[in-house]
């Protein structure tokens, strides 16, 4: 996640989960409990990131010059703030398939007319659940457009099918994928030939990213457990994660996360800590019945070996 600082921290939002949208305050409640990273405003809890009890997991982002927002609101539907999404959906939902058959039934709405203005926040989303489905949901058309995305990554830029057409001068896509018929599940959709193909660039634009992350997840070993995905996972965020570099911009990542789905383990670390924080979904905690959040320390974090012990 890339922000000018870190604003949130790990957090849960127990079951009937009580909430009013900015838009039209209208009362929602949460009918699954769900562990992430966000923070606490004055109508609701802004979820950034999270998964749900049911391993479905959604992540927020910024979208480029893509969103097409909802000014007057039609009353037969659901009517919410872009940055309400994940939090409804994570809360209603239990898989992409569930979401899939509701899309028509959300509407995402410009701060025009809003009870709280908000102005008109440019967000897509990433989203993925147990059965390895991976999907965006992009607001270029009301409702919801959702792309299917077996590749695994996502960038800000607008047009996901114009990213993909970039990135076959670097990756030699198996006949499946160019087809559009790759299985769920699919952890690998080229050839794993790069002979002839370029090579990523090393800059910090979202494309040269995208490039990137989906060209090193491709050269890397599929991993076989959760440890062995962890590890991967932060070695391949190595390369797209952006340094404080307030001169020239900004922006930098001010924490990088990730979640499995199958044991509902949530993986955490601020930019400056160099140290992983976990938060795992319990049994437990669904009968839990308020909200808790946990302050991760944003600096350095080390382990020290006491050299006078043999």
């Known amino acids: 996640m890339d922000w000018s600082q870190l604003q ?6 127990p079951r009937n989960y009580k909430w009013h949208s900015a838009f039209d ?17 004055s109508s609701q809890i802004d979820v950034l990131d999270g998964v ?3 391993g479905l997991s959604i992540q ?3 979208f480029k010059n893509g969103s097409k927002l909802i000014v007057n609101p039609t009353n037969t539907k ?13 809360g209603c939902f239990k898989s992409i398939a569930d979401i899939e058959g509701h899309l028509a039934e959300i509407q995402l709405m410009s701060g025009k007319n809003a009870v709280k ?9 990433a989203a993925m659940d147990p059965t390895g489905r991976t999907i965006l949901l992009e607001p270029t058309e009301q409702p919801l457009k959702l792309e299917e995305n077996p590749v695994g990554v996502a960038t800000n830029v607008f047009d996901f099918k114009k990213q993909l057409e970039r990135l076959e001068a670097y990756l030699d896509f198996k006949s499946e994928f160019s087809e559009q018929y790759s299985p769920l599940g699919t952890t690998k959709v080229s050839t794993g030939h790069f002979a ?9 634009t979202p494309s040269a990213r995208f490039i990137r992350a989906a060209y090193y997840k491709e050269r890397t070993d599929t991993p076989q457990d959760e440890t062995n995905a962890i590890v991967s996972t932060w070695h391949l965020l190595n390369s797209v994660s952006v340094p404080k570099s307030k001169a020239y911009q900004r922006n930098y990542s001010v924490y990088r996360a990730a979640a499995c789905l199958e044991s509902l383990t949530y993986y955490f670390e601020p930019y400056n800590r160099l140290g992983i924080t976990t938060l795992k979904l319990t049994k437990k905690m669904l009968r839990w019945e308020k909200p808790h959040f946990y302050p991760v320390a944003d600096r350095l974090s080390t382990y020290t070996v006491n050299a006078d012990k043999i």
């Not at 949130?8 to 939002?13: A, G, K, P, V």
């Not at 659901?78 to 994570?90: D, G, Q, R, V, W």
């Not at 002839?196 to 910090?204: A, D, E, I, L």
């Open 25 to 41: 305050n209208k009362k929602h409640t949460s009918q699954y409990a769900m562990i992430g990273v966000g923070h606490d405003n």
């Open 8 to 13: 949130s921290s790990l957090l849960f939002i």
């Open 60 to 62: 927020k982002l910024t």
């Open 196 to 204: 002839g193909k370029k090579v990523p660039s090393s800059s910090y």
């Open 52 to 54: 749900n009890e049911y």
């Open 117 to 125: 203005s908000y102005g008109d926040p440019e967000l897509h989303y």
């Open 78 to 90: 659901t009517s919410l703030a872009p940055f309400e999404l994940p939090l409804y959906l994570l």
